[in-house]
């Protein structure tokens, strides 16, 4: 079994900072890709930082430039750092495992962690 659970979202105001945190504990050695989601209510969980196969990452366009994803050596720690905020940044933020266990991609969510931007 795999774990996920996020944390560090808040209240900031626009233009501010955050780091939001993911660690993960079980059998996480074949890993496919690992990233950060959001989602907002009434849209579709979309894609903000991931890394994928190859030590590439991936960004979504409105975040290239604000947000550096990040982890550790062993991967079971991941981060988001998140500057320059904006309103259009509020949402909940999803840590997400890619692992392939016993064959097949199986995919591991955090609860979600809420981040709000507002003055």
């Known amino acids: 079994q795999v774990h996920v659970v996020e944390s560090g979202g808040g209240l900031v105001q626009p233009g501010g900072s955050l780091t939001l945190s993911c660690a993960a504990a079980?059998?996480?050695?074949?890993?496919?890709?690992m990233g950060w989601y959001r989602q907002v209510p009434g849209k579709s969980r979309e894609l903000v930082a991931r890394?994928?196969?190859?030590?590439?990452?991936d960004y979504a366009d409105s975040v290239k430039g604000r947000f550096t994803i990040s982890t550790t050596a062993a991967k079971n720690m991941m981060y988001l750092q998140m500057n320059s905020l904006k309103p259009d940044d509020t949402a909940v933020y999803y840590c997400n495992y890619a692992l392939w266990i016993r064959g097949g991609l199986e995919d591991y969510w955090g609860q979600g962690t809420q981040v709000t931007v507002a003055s």
């Open positions: 079980g059998n996480i050695l074949d890993i496919n890709d």
């Open positions: 890394f994928v196969t190859g030590g590439n990452i």
